[in-house]
Nanobody, 122 residues
Framework: QLQASGGGSVQAGGSLRLSCAAS????????MGWFRQAPGKEREFVAA????????RYADSVKGRFTISRDNAKNTVSLQMNSLKPEDTAVYHC?????????????????WGQGTLVTVSS
């Protein structure tokens, strides 16, 4: 029901834009989030946005570089990633939670999509 896309390989300092398309249900009243999992590491929070797009929350490691946004008319959420670093290399997953508040906690999210791989080389 959630499909992430837009991953790829980029050099450090570059940019990528990830998209997450929802199908099968409307997520307009749901908070949405992005999480990532690097090889050998646990999944971690990246960014989240409330149902309207008016409230966002970011991990300290991406604050000022990444921007989360959503288009409820298109049932999509995006993650603009600028100034990418090698440590941003991971599989990025989008997720949706029934609550409207953007949460950084994995267990708050009810729906998960397949991830998209982002590789940043130095």
């Amino acid at each position: 029901q959630l499909q992430a896309s837009g991953g790829g390989s980029v050099q450090a300092g570059g940019s990528l834009r990830l998209s997450c398309a929802a199908s099968g249900r409307t997520f307009g009243s749901y908070a949405m989030g992005w999480f990532r999992q690097a090889p050998g590491k646990e999944r971690e929070f990246v960014a989240a946005v409330n149902w309207s797009g008016g409230t966002t929350r970011y991990a300290d490691s991406v604050k000022g570089r990444f921007t989360i946004s959503r288009d409820n008319a298109k049932n999509t959420v995006s993650l603009q990633m600028n100034s990418l670093k090698p440590e941003d290399t991971a599989v990025y997953h989008c997720a949706a939670r029934r609550g409207s508040v953007p949460s950084p906690y994995i267990y708050h999210f009810d729906y998960w999509g397949q991830g998209t791989l982002v590789t940043v080389s130095s």
